[in-house]
Structures are given as C-alpha cells and as structure tokens.
C-alpha cells in the first residue's frame, strides 16, 4: 500500500476476507463473457441454478451492468458476484462497487487496483503471468492473485514448484482451464479456479457436487 494511504477499516477487512472464503467454498468462479447481454444473463441463472456460487461479468461484455445487476436480482445474495477484466482500476472499481461487486479480478495489475478496490470494499483479484508479477502483486496487499493465462504461462506442476514463499499466496489459475482440471489445479495447491466458455449446465453441476464433496458436504 503506498505512504499515506489509508488501510480499509476492521467491517472491510472481515467483509474482503468473508469474500475470499466464499470463493474458496465455492472452488470456482463461473466466468461470463459476451456480446447477447440477456443471453449472458440466462447463462449465469442456468450456471448458478447448476450449482455456481460465483460468478464473473467481464467488463468488455455487451451491456455488462445490465448483465450484472439483471443477475444480481434475480440470484440474490446465495451467489457471490463480481467483475473481471478491470484494466482502468479508478472508472471500472467505482462503478463496480455502486452495482454490489463483491470481487473484481484483471489480466493485469492496473495501477492502484488492490488498493483502491480495497477501499471500495471489493477484493481485488489482479493478474500475474509470471512468478515476479505474482510476488509483487502479493506484495501490493492482493489477497487473492489471478494465474493467467493458466494453461500457457503456467501448470499445476509450476505452480506446486514455486518456492515455500510464494506458495502462501493464493492463486486462482484461469484461462484454458476445463472442469476436468480443476481438481489437478487444487491438489498443486490452486485455492480456486476461473473457468469460462468450458462450462456448461451437466459439467458445472458434477463439478459443483465435487467440489462440495471435497469441502465433506453433502448436496
């Protein structure tokens, strides 16, 4: 955090960590990307009826406050919400934060993102493709790093590689994963994962079932 900022207060601090149980409950964030706004919509009923307890509107999406805020209505507050492909952190966390965005996640670590999403009360989730932009993002006061692009940039068994320091951040690989990885992902020590267009209905309710079988939850 830079000098002089301030830090979020102790109620921001227990909402922030309160989202980053409910993402590691939920073992994956549906991702939702699009250019038909209320087929999107439908999409993220379907997926969260299926078993999604967090869902992602990305920000190049038609119409994605719309999108999120038509969702946010008729999900209610059983799933979690938030945004993804923040580049602008100033104009982007704002207007997230005003439609009840409880995360925000980015390919990148736009300047000032962790900090002032942090402020807004949103969890920031900025991108690392490298283990040096990893450390640095941790370094910012990210309590949650994004892994992308996860199938090119890394892999399970770079993850679970990566010195004792840097396996303490949490790390949500994302980009080219299928459900069928996932759990490769978080036995190499993932805390969750992105997934986006590999979803569907039938997949997204087996690996909701998993996921909860792994957490000793009946469905």
Not at 5 to 15: H, I, L
Request: aromatic share 6%.
């Amino acid at each position: 955090m830079k000098v002089g900022a301030t830090s979020p207060g102790r109620g921001e601090q227990v909402s922030l960590e309160w989202t980053l149980e409910r993402i590691k409950r939920a073992g994956f964030i549906a991702i939702l990307r699009g250019q038909e706004p209320t087929e999107l919509v439908q999409r993220g009923v379907e997926l969260a009826d299926a078993g999604a307890r967090a869902l992602e509107v990305t920000l190049d999406s038609t119409d994605a406050s719309w999108v999120f805020q038509m969702l946010r209505g008729q999900l209610g507050e059983e799933v979690l919400m938030g945004v993804g492909t923040v580049m602008h952190a100033e104009t982007a966390l704002r207007s997230a934060a005003e439609w009840g965005a409880e995360f925000a996640l980015s390919p990148i670590q736009p300047e000032g993102m962790v900090e002032l999403a942090h402020d807004l009360g949103v969890l920031a989730v900025p991108g690392a493709s490298t283990a040096n932009e990893l450390w640095n993002a941790h370094l910012s006061g990210a309590m949650l790093v994004k892994l992308y692009p996860a199938v090119t940039s890394w892999s399970p068994e770079m993850m679970a590689g990566l010195p004792d320091p840097m396996r303490l951040v949490n790390m949500l690989p994302t980009g080219g994963i299928t459900p069928d990885d996932v759990e490769r992902w978080l036995d190499a020590g993932a805390f969750a994962c992105g997934l986006g267009s590999s979803l569907t209905v039938q997949n997204t309710d087996i690996l909701s079932s998993r996921m909860l079988e792994r957490r000793g939850v009946l469905r």
